[in-house]
């Protein structure tokens, strides 16, 4: 593949997407570094959306190992959802930030697949 590690995720959002899947997809990494991004977070700051996906993160760790939480979905009012999805790529953990729009759960695990690839 051509270009660089950004512009492929960035390329596989916007097409696993579909346009319709997600009204924006956010890539972190561990150090709360954005690796890619696709979308207008029409509700949320790019910078919120990184600081609560890490609060979650401590809190899924009070679980322990015997309950790993891979995935987190808070639902607001008029329906609106915000999931974080937590899993470890490119020799790190990094959290997306999905805030979908329709149907979305099969397009997020191509995209994680081809992330994990990478």
Not at 9 to 20: N, P, Y
Not at 38 to 43: I, R, T
Not at 87 to 104: C, E, I, N, S, T
């Given at each position: 593949m051509n270009g660089s590690l950004q512009e492929q995720?960035?390329?596989?959002?916007?097409?696993l997407g579909?346009?319709?899947?997600?009204?924006?997809?956010?890539?972190?990494?561990s150090e709360g570094l954005l690796l890619a991004g696709q979308g207008n977070p029409s509700?949320?700051?790019?910078?919120?959306?990184?600081e609560f996906a890490?609060?979650?993160?401590?809190?899924?760790?009070?679980?322990?190992?015997?309950?790993p939480v891979k995935e987190i979905v808070l639902r607001g009012k008029k329906n609106q959802r915000?999931?974080?999805?937590?899993?470890?790529?490119?020799?790190?953990?990094?959290?997306l930030a999905v805030l979908p729009q329709k149907?979305?759960?099969?397009?997020?695990?191509?995209?994680i697949r081809f992330i994990s690839t990478l």
């Amino acid at each position: 593949m051509n270009g660089s590690l950004q512009e492929q995720i960035e390329s596989a959002m916007v097409r696993l997407g579909e346009g319709t899947r997600w009204n924006g997809i956010f890539l972190f990494s561990s150090e709360g570094l954005l690796l890619a991004g696709q979308g207008n977070p029409s509700l949320y700051r790019e910078g919120d959306l990184l600081e609560f996906a890490f609060s979650l993160q401590e809190a899924t760790r009070l679980l322990g190992e015997e309950v790993p939480v891979k995935e987190i979905v808070l639902r607001g009012k008029k329906n609106q959802r915000i999931a974080f999805h937590y899993f470890h790529a490119l020799g790190d953990q990094v959290v997306l930030a999905v805030l979908p729009q329709k149907a979305y759960r099969r397009a997020l695990k191509k995209l994680i697949r081809f992330i994990s690839t990478l």
